[in-house]
Nanobody, 123 residues
Framework: VQLQASGGGLVQAGGSLRLSCAAS????????SAWFRQTPGKEREFVAA????????YYADSVKGRFTISRDNAKNTAYLQMNSLNPEDTAIYYC?????????????????WGRGTQVTVSS
């Protein structure tokens, strides 16, 4: 499966953005989907994940209550709605997918990655 993330940009603190992850190549509905983010000099960190049917979602503590992950399997797309953004959310955001149901928080569980989209939050 090929993944393409979009929707990043520059936003003021307190603002919102919605990221999209469009999938192509194989049946997206068979893949657990997730978002990770990375800042210079740091490891890529888990943000959120969603099960294949969308019924189960998981979040990093740092974004819980502010971010919402969702998916539309008919459109082969996953989303990350980000509200109440703060400068600490500034990063490149990557969408990822895995088919094996491995540990959803682990970067190594995901075999498919999009290119990333830059999110910058100004104070």
């Amino acid at each position: 499966v090929q993944l393409q993330a979009s929707g990043g940009g520059l936003v003021q603190a307190g603002g919102s953005l919605r990221l999209s992850c469009a999938a192509s190549g194989h049946s997206f509905r068979s893949y657990t989907s997730a978002w990770f983010r990375q800042t210079p000099g740091k490891e890529r960190e888990f943000v959120a994940a969603i099960s294949v049917n969308g019924r189960s979602t998981y979040y990093a503590d740092s974004v819980k209550g502010r971010f919402t992950i969702s998916r539309d399997n008919a459109k082969n797309t996953a989303y990350l709605q980000m509200n109440s953004l703060n400068p600490e959310d500034t990063a490149i955001y990557y969408c990822a997918a895995q088919i094996y149901g491995l540990e959803y928080q682990a970067r190594t569980s995901y075999g498919y990655w999009g290119r990333g989209t830059q999110v910058t939050v100004s104070s």
